[in-house]
């Protein structure tokens, strides 16, 4: 304890001859000398600095003097204080010293830079430098270190941002979106659906907004610019969706049905339809199939070249069953596709035998008849 | 007695190696009894058959009742009353439904038919054998339903076939009565094949004689006994066996 | 003893209805039925009355019967799996067996041709030998009125037969299996009794043949039953044989082996219970899809769903038309033979 109050004396004593020097040299001849140890402090907006400055009278003459500020920023409040109360002048005893707090609150919204300002008591004058580390800011502050997305139509589109109330108080927050009609847009905080998120003074908190498109949008950029509003504050924040194009589109026939009947080795001709419901224009759709061995599925034609957003165009598909195939049904999958999307359809084929086979067999019935009626012509009227 | 009712012209029926009749002309007149007399196959049946269209003739032709049986064998069969030599009938049907049978296949409407069926019965005497299975007739009997099958249909012309063999000479008798009165009361054709000549002769106005397909003569015994011996007088057997030098078949 | 009286018999000539088309049936009792007619109802009524048939209907009745109530045991145990055949539950009536007694078509298979046999062997040379033929014919009718008459009347009765039985195992399977049959079910069932019936007349039709060129009943009987011997149990080991002898001593490829397959298979065809049994599997289980051996690359891609009717006709008609076509031709060579047949006294 004796040590270090020993110590304490000594670094003090050491200090204090530095530091009169240097007041020194600032009041040159004056015996009244103004000081404070840190004359240049980094502050960011919003923070108040508070400065311990001593009076002190080295002469033999009682000190009393104005105390003055200045250069210090209108929009800047300060307070000089000494215990409870603002002082304005003050007196100090010879050899004797006085302290005072000088309160520079540093307001929100401040440039970036060093604010120099000075204080004097009599001709004794100190300088101070508080040096604005960033700029500063409104009140509340809505910020995202991601503002643009990109994704397709049906992708869902979240973005992360921080909400900052820099206000002095408590504020309650709505949270407020201007999506274009079919959109959804929901906040979340800590997990919990959200529409309003109450902060309190100098606090953030993590909003998450998720945006999801309607699938039938159109591909481009989209501003959706968000709001958090209180009643005296407000932020903004505008967030870029950016909607690359769906690539979707259906196989089908005209009528929905997907069979048809074909004889045994004989062709059929099958109306299809190829839609483009996506949002993209699809290129190069290619028309293939998986069928029998032995079955020949050709298209008319084999490609389309460019098809674009719900649009439709038709396909001819010939399917040329197989000689030998026997009687019931088989399947064939027809396939539109391109190198982003694809559509398949099954189609159920029932061969049927040709009814030439039948008509040989009546005619050979009938043959027979014949020659019965022919054996009843000649010998029935005996 | 002079209507024709029967005619064959030039009438020949040829197999493949042998003629069973060879080219007869003959005419039976409406009302008649004639008889056809030659022993077994000399083509008595063979021309009965082709007069009634069950055989076609290889050539010539016949016209019965002015109708060819060739071309309408119905027309023909319809007037025509046969009964074959040994007739049968269905065994396991009894006398009644044969006739009635024979009836209804002549469109006789099934009550008439019955009528009739029993009066024939009654009529050639197997009345009590009407509820018999015909299985159980003798060959008399079998012969005497014939003849009521035969007039069931009311024919213009009745061809009998051996209509007498089985049967007992006293059933003979009135066999033939029975056919003389049918063709005096109601002008039936008797065409009367036998091998036996005292039948014939005893009923029948002309005769014709068959050998080996070929006709012999035709006409009533005396026309006969003239033909043959140059006089009248001689009965049907020295005639026949001037046809076939031997002894007659009985 | 013979009272000459015949004028109870009226002599007027009898309306003969030669106006008429000449098989018109009269079904009026005050009206003359048409010889013909008359005739077939006589030949049917013979047929129905003969201890023959009457034991062959029992035995048919007995054994398809027998066959039936097995198949109606065996439903609760196959009705458990589920598959395309389910569909034609009712159908399986016909066709289920549980071994130990052969199924309803089987049955008929068998039994159908001795029906037909035994209803025409003794058709023309029984009435020859009772000397009823010539008497017949010198009736106002045309001779194949004979011929025909009892080939309709056996025809009748067979027809009548099969309904009867068809309705009977129909009924049954309403009374145990409370199931309706659907109209495709109720279909096949039909053309089922109509094959039976053709089939069936294409061995009334052998029998009729014998009955004209055999002049014996017992000739003519088992020369058909020889047929029937043959062709139900000598013929296909005569096959089998004949496969052996002639298949290839190595299978090059598997069209090769499908191929041998179907020639052994046509070879059997010859036999007309062959005919019949490919028929009647095609129309009474409707998930058969081809009754000849197939190569793997008409099997692929062929999903396992039921025939439509029209299909299933299609594909057994060939051999519908060898059954109906033999009936036919069998029936006019024996019409020819009987036509030409000279006409003699017994």
């Given amino acids: 304890m004796l040590n270090q109050t020993k110590f304490f004396s000594l670094l003090s004593t050491i200090i204090f001859t530095f530091l009169s020097f240097s007041s020194l040299s600032a009041s040159t001849s004056d015996s009244v000398l103004l000081y404070t140890p840190y004359t240049k402090i980094s502050v960011s907006p919003g923070q108040s600095v508070e400065y311990s400055i001593d009076v002190i009278n080295n002469s033999h003459h009682l000190f009393d003097g104005e105390l003055r500020l200045w250069g210090i920023p209108r929009s800047w409040n300060y307070s000089l204080k000494s215990g409870p109360y603002n002082i304005n002048r003050i007196a100090v005893l010879p050899n004797d010293r006085k302290s005072l707090t000088l309160n520079v609150e540093v307001p929100y919204q401040v440039n970036k830079g060093t604010y120099a300002f000075r204080i004097s008591a009599g001709n004794s004058v100190l300088n101070l430098r508080i040096n604005v580390t960033e700029k500063g800011s409104s009140e509340t502050e809505f910020t995202t270190d991601q503002l643009n997305r990109q994704g397709n139509a049906s992708s869902t589109f979240s973005f992360r941002a921080t909400l900052k109330n820099r206000t002095a108080e408590k504020q309650m927050y709505a949270l407020l979106a201007d999506v274009p009609r079919g959109w959804t847009i929901t906040f979340k905080s800590d997990y919990n659906q959200v529409t309003s998120v109450e902060l309190d003074a100098n606090t953030t908190k993590d909003i998450n907004i998720d945006i999801k498109a309607p699938e039938e949008v159109e591909a481009g950029t989209y501003k959706i610019?968000?709001?958090?509003?209180?009643?005296?504050?407000?932020?903004?924040?505008?967030?870029?969706?950016?909607?690359?194009?769906?690539?979707q589109m259906t196989l089908t026939t005209p009528t929905g049905l997907l069979s048809t009947k074909v004889n045994a080795g004989g062709e059929k001709k099958i109306q299809l339809v190829v839609k483009n419901t996506g949002s993209s224009e699809l290129n190069d759709i290619q028309m293939k199939s998986e069928n029998p061995s032995n079955w020949e599925v050709t298209f008319q034609p084999l490609s389309i070249a460019k098809l674009s957003p719900g649009k439709e165009t038709t396909v001819y598909a010939i399917i040329k069953a197989d000689k030998k195939a026997i009687p019931g049904d088989y399947v064939v999958n027809m396939e539109a596709k391109t190198p982003e999307t694809s559509s398949t359809i099954s189609f159920r084929v029932m061969v049927q035998t040709p009814i030439v086979w039948g008509l040989i067999g009546t005619v050979i019935i009938l043959a027979a008849i014949g020659g019965v009626v022919y054996l009843f012509r000649k010998y029935g009227r005996r | 007695m002079s209507e024709p009712i029967i005619e064959l012209v030039d009438l020949t029926k040829k197999y493949r190696l042998f003629t069973a009749v060879d080219h007869i002309n003959l005419t039976v007149r409406k009302g008649e009894i004639f008889g056809f007399l030659g022993p077994n196959g000399a083509g008595k049946s063979t021309t009965i058959l082709m007069m009634l269209g069950l055989t076609e003739p290889t050539e010539g032709s016949v016209r019965v009742c002015g109708i060819d049986p060739e071309r309408q064998p119905l027309g023909v069969k319809r007037r025509v009353?046969?009964?074959?030599?040994?007739?049968?009938?269905?065994?396991?049907?009894?006398?009644?439904?044969?006739?009635?049978?024979?009836?209804?296949?002549?469109?006789?409407?099934?009550?008439?038919?019955?009528?009739?069926?029993l009066e024939l019965l009654q009529l050639v005497g197997l009345e009590d054998a009407a509820q018999k299975n015909a299985g159980q007739y003798s060959r008399g009997m079998r012969q005497r339903l014939g003849l009521a099958d035969v007039l069931i249909k009311n024919p213009e012309i009745a061809i009998l076939d051996e209509p007498t063999s089985g049967i007992d000479p006293q059933g003979v008798k009135s066999f033939l009565n029975l056919i003389l009165k049918l063709r005096d009361e109601h002008g039936l054709t008797v065409l009367f094949s036998s091998h036996n000549l005292h039948q014939v002769e005893e009923v029948c106005d002309r005769v014709a004689i068959f050998n080996s397909g070929k006709l012999q003569a035709v006409g009533d015994i005396e026309a006969l006994s003239n033909q043959v011996f140059g006089e009248s007088g001689h009965n049907l057997e020295e005639i026949y066996n001037c046809f076939f030098e031997g002894g007659t078949e009985q | 003893m013979m009272n000459v009286n015949i004028t109870a018999i009226s002599q007027k000539r009898f309306n003969n209805n030669a106006k008429k088309s000449p098989y018109s049936m009269s079904l009026n009792r005050n009206k003359v039925q048409h010889p013909f007619w008359v005739m077939v109802s006589k030949e049917i009524s013979d047929q129905v009355r003969s201890w023959r048939f009457i034991i062959l209907v029992a035995l048919i009745a007995l054994t398809c019967l027998a066959s039936v109530y097995t198949a109606l045991t065996q439903f609760p145990k196959s009705a458990g799996a589920k598959s395309s055949e389910d569909i034609f539950f009712f159908l399986k009536l016909f066709t289920l067996s549980d071994g130990t007694l052969p199924s309803f078509t089987v049955f008929i298979s068998f039994l159908g041709p001795l029906l037909g046999l035994s209803l025409g062997f003794d058709a023309i040379n029984s009435e020859m030998n009772r000397g009823t033929l010539s008497r017949i014919l010198s009736q106002p009718i045309y001779r194949d009125?004979?011929?025909?008459?009892?080939?309709?009347?056996?025809?009748?009765?067979?027809?009548?037969?099969?309904?009867?039985?068809?309705?009977?195992?129909?009924?049954?399977?309403?009374?145990?299996?409370?199931?309706?049959?659907?109209?495709?079910?109720?279909?096949?069932?039909?053309?089922?009794?109509?094959?039976?019936?053709?089939?069936?007349?294409?061995?009334?039709?052998?029998?009729?043949?014998?009955?004209?060129?055999?002049?014996?009943?017992?000739?003519?009987?088992?020369?058909?039953?020889?047929?029937?011997?043959?062709?139900?149990?000598?013929?296909?080991?005569?096959?089998?044989?004949?496969?052996?002898?002639?298949?290839?001593?190595?299978?090059?490829?598997?069209?090769?082996?499908?191929?041998?397959?179907?020639?052994?298979?046509?070879?059997?065809?010859?036999?007309?219970?062959?005919?019949?049994?490919?028929?009647?599997?095609?129309?009474?289980?409707?998930?058969?899809?081809?009754?000849?051996?197939?190569?793997?690359?008409?099997?692929?891609?062929?999903?396992?769903?039921?025939?439509?009717?029209?299909?299933?006709?299609?594909?057994?008609?060939?051999?519908?038309?060898?059954?109906?076509?033999?009936?036919?031709?069998?029936?006019?060579?024996?019409?020819?033979?009987?036509?030409?047949?000279?006409?003699?006294?017994?």
């Fill in chain 2, 81 to 117: 009353g046969y009964l074959p030599e040994d007739v049968g009938f269905y065994d396991n049907r009894d006398g009644v439904f044969n006739l009635i049978y024979t009836a209804r296949l002549n469109s006789i409407p099934e009550d008439e038919a019955k009528t009739r069926a």
């Fill in chain 3, 145 to 346: 009125y004979i011929i025909n008459a009892k080939f309709l009347a056996a025809l009748s009765v067979v027809s009548f037969l099969f309904v009867t039985l068809g309705l009977l195992v129909v009924g049954a399977g309403l009374i145990f299996l409370g199931i309706p049959p659907t109209v495709d079910e109720l279909w096949r069932v039909i053309f089922f009794v109509l094959l039976s019936i053709v089939y069936v007349a294409f061995w009334l039709n052998l029998s009729i043949f014998f009955s004209i060129i055999f002049r014996q009943s017992a000739t003519s009987a088992l020369a058909g039953i020889a047929v029937w011997i043959f062709f139900s149990i000598f013929y296909n080991m005569i096959i089998q044989l004949i496969a052996k002898g002639i298949a290839p001593q190595q299978i090059y490829s598997e069209q090769q082996a499908v191929n041998f397959q179907n020639f052994v298979l046509n070879l059997m065809r010859l036999n007309p219970s062959q005919l019949f049994s490919d028929a009647t599997v095609t129309l009474l289980m409707p998930s058969v899809r081809s009754l000849g051996a197939l190569t793997m690359a008409q099997v692929e891609g062929a999903i396992p769903t039921p025939l439509p009717l029209g299909q299933s006709l299609l594909m057994v008609w060939p051999q519908v038309t060898g059954l109906v076509a033999g009936t036919i031709v069998l029936f006019a060579i024996s019409y020819y033979l009987f036509m030409r047949r000279e006409v003699r006294s017994r």
């Fill in chain 1, 225 to 247: 610019p968000i709001r958090a509003v209180t009643s005296s504050t407000s932020a903004d924040l505008v967030l870029e969706v950016v909607i690359t194009g769906t690539y």
